[in-house]
């Protein structure tokens, strides 16, 4: 079936519900933010445009990581990467331009770089909040593309919570019968004062290979654990808190043979990272708040094709704090940052030191001020840095949003302008990502300098009841255009990679680069109906007119939640469809340029305590061709395979 039928046919039957279910008596839900100006808000009351993903949606659609669960979210985009990791996009921006939070504390690489969104635990969620767009006056170097900020649970009710999943992927197992694990433990319990908190998530995947004739597997064997401990107390004037967390993932995939022998080169990783958090903050949250927090990564690393390994340490030392002011209506925000990593890579082979001891230091100070009236808003900041390698780079951005009513309907305009840098990382800079097996080589360049941008962007956001107040309406369309310079993209080197017979990238300055596009995105709420349709375009060129390489210009996001409240179930549906990504020349020609997955999960709850679900991920099976790579032709679709899973969820 034409993949433009399928959309159309998808659309149709999952709006069918619409027309039999109504509402009645409900309110458009209301959630408390914090990371569109740092402190706690009203969605509604925020100068900046956020979208929310409540935890308990995460939790069902989840496979343990984040990384599928931000495939529900509008406008951001998910790529599996070569190495079996996944990364994101959000408005042209990559990974690298997008931070990622747990708590408003940055989990981005400690080399710098974009967060593996396999690493991170989709545990214990509160809610999910993302600012889509420049962020650098609020949260730095790394967030010219926007921020992701995962708010977990902070319960003071003593609970365990255990959770128990089973799946398996259809047809592409790499042995029958392989069964994939996962399972969660959330304890919380209060001693002598001290709230106390366990996380613990292990997961066991199989791995998958579309092919089990050829020697390359498709998707690696994995084995990760998650373990997060914590404790907090509130003392007269002030409340501390340590956590510890501690993270193993170890992946391995088979690639080739050694000709004329039996030996069969794999690739693997193998990540031990320990990280401790000191936190102080005041109890009196009406009072002019503070707080500060300090943490220290330790992460080692070895990684590469078994003929080829390396050892990566990566240590990272960081302090920040902020302070809230509060004159009348004004509402001013002050922080800074000491932030300090290193970076040591050698190979097993030469017993060949390729990193030596580099390290890099920065101090940041941001400044904002929030001035509130009834109908209208205006955020202005500024941020300034100093990094020991790049000197000083600052950045100034103005926020607004009115407010207009039309009897119980509601408009509000957001408008923001406004300018963002980056500084180039360790990994750009030094890292060697030697993956020969796998047909790719990613080079550092010392040479990068530091990138800038202006941008402006703009939205309206529009909310009504209607049919009687029996459904809730929210629309939002928003446009965004950026100018940058010197734009840092991994780009493919032709000549390097005709020698080689490898994909050779080196990370490089884009001297000019525009970025813009349009999200619409439309929301109906009925009294046990949920459903959401977003469109993105995007347009991205560098200062020859060149499309940039992986962006698509088309997303569509469906998703459908469905309650049958007297069996306590509840559907979730959602899918998602990407098309016209940039080919490169290095490619011989196109398999395929677009793509639909369709995903579904069921969840019943049985008793106050005890819950299952079932769900079935890529019900089409779109996946990427096994054959794209030896024939060098381009294929957009994920690496990916049809799993069918079931769970269950216990609390004592």
Do not use: C
């Amino acid at each position: 079936m034409n993949i433009k039928i399928k959309i159309s046919v998808l659309i149709i039957v999952l709006f069918i519900p619409t027309i039999t279910k109504a509402k009645s008596d409900l309110d458009l839900e209301e959630h408390i933010v914090i990371t569109g100006t740092r402190t706690a808000k009203l969605l509604s009351n925020s100068p900046v445009l956020v979208e929310v993903i409540k935890g308990e949606t995460i939790a069902k659609i989840s496979q343990g990581t984040l990384a599928q669960a931000l495939n529900y979210i509008p406008g951001v985009v998910v790529k599996r990467s070569a190495k079996d990791g996944y990364n994101i996009q959000m408005q042209g921006f990559d990974g690298d331009h997008v931070l990622v939070l747990i708590d408003g504390q940055a989990i981005i690489s400690p080399t710098g770089s974009s967060a593996d969104l396999d690493q991170v635990p989709a545990s214990n969620i509160a809610q999910i909040e993302v600012i889509r767009g420049a962020a650098s006056v609020m949260y730095g170097s790394s967030a010219m593309g926007g921020v992701i900020n995962i708010i977990t649970v902070k319960s003071n009710d003593p609970q365990i919570q255990i959770d128990y999943d089973i799946s398996q992927y259809q047809g592409n197992s790499i042995e029958d019968g392989d069964i994939n694990q996962t399972i969660k433990l959330n304890a919380v319990d209060n001693f002598y004062g001290w709230r106390t908190q366990l996380n613990a998530l292990v997961i066991d995947d199989q791995g998958f290979d579309y092919d089990s004739d050829t020697i390359s597997q498709d998707a690696a064997s994995v084995e990760k654990k998650f373990i997060t401990l914590g404790a907090s107390k509130a003392h007269e004037k002030i409340a501390t808190s340590i956590k510890y967390q501690w993270l193993s993932d170890k992946k391995q995939r088979d690639t080739s043979s050694i000709p004329g022998q039996s030996q069969v080169i794999f690739y693997q990783t193998d990540v031990d990272q320990q990280q401790v958090e000191l936190g102080l903050k005041s109890t009196n949250q009406l009072k002019q708040p503070w707080q500060l927090n300090a943490r220290y990564i330790n992460h080692q690393e070895t990684s590469g094709q078994s003929n080829g390994l390396r050892d990566t340490s990566i240590i990272l030392s960081e302090i920040n704090g902020q302070k809230v002011f509060q004159l009348n209506n004004i509402e001013l925000v002050a922080g800074g940052v000491v932030h300090a990593d290193q970076l040591d890579q050698n190979k097993h082979a030469d017993n060949l030191i390729e990193i030596d001891n580099e390290k890099r230091e920065s101090v940041e100070a941001f400044f904002q001020g929030n001035w509130v009236k009834s109908d209208y808003q205006v955020l202005a900041g500024m941020r300034g840095q100093y990094d020991s390698d790049f000197g000083w780079h600052n950045a100034l951005r103005l926020s607004t949003m009115k407010n207009f009513t039309f009897g119980e309907d509601k408009l509000q305009w957001r408008a923001g302008i406004g300018q963002s840098y980056r500084v180039p990382n360790l990994k750009e800079r030094f890292y060697v990502f030697d993956h020969s097996a796998l047909g790719y080589m990613v080079l550092g360049n010392k040479e990068l300098a530091p990138e800038t941008a202006e941008s402006i962007s703009s939205s309206l956001t529009f909310t009504s009841s209607l049919a009687n107040n029996a459904v809730d309406l929210r629309s939002d369309i928003s446009v965004h255009y950026s100018n940058t310079d010197d734009l840092i993209d991994s780009i493919i080197d032709v000549e390097k990679s005709a020698e080689s017979g490898l994909s050779i990238y080196q990370y490089q300055n884009i001297s000019k680069a525009k970025i813009h596009g349009v999200d619409i995105s439309t929301e109906l709420t009925f009294q046990h109906f949920k459903t959401q349709l977003n469109y993105s375009y995007l347009s991205s060129e560098d200062e020859n007119n060149e499309r940039l390489l992986s962006r698509p210009r088309h997303q569509i996001k469906f998703n459908m939640n469905y309650d049958i409240e007297s069996y306590g179930i509840e559907l979730i549906t959602y899918a998602v469809y990407q098309a016209g990504e940039k080919v490169s020349d290095s490619f011989q020609g196109i398999e395929n340029n677009e793509y639909l997955t369709i995903n579904a999960v069921l969840n019943q709850v049985l008793t106050d305590k005890l819950s299952w679900r079932i769900s079935v991920d890529n019900i089409l099976d779109e996946h990427k061709s096994g054959s794209a790579n030896s024939q060098n032709l381009f294929d957009a679709r994920p690496v990916s395979s049809r799993t069918v899973s079931a769970g269950i969820s216990y609390q004592f």
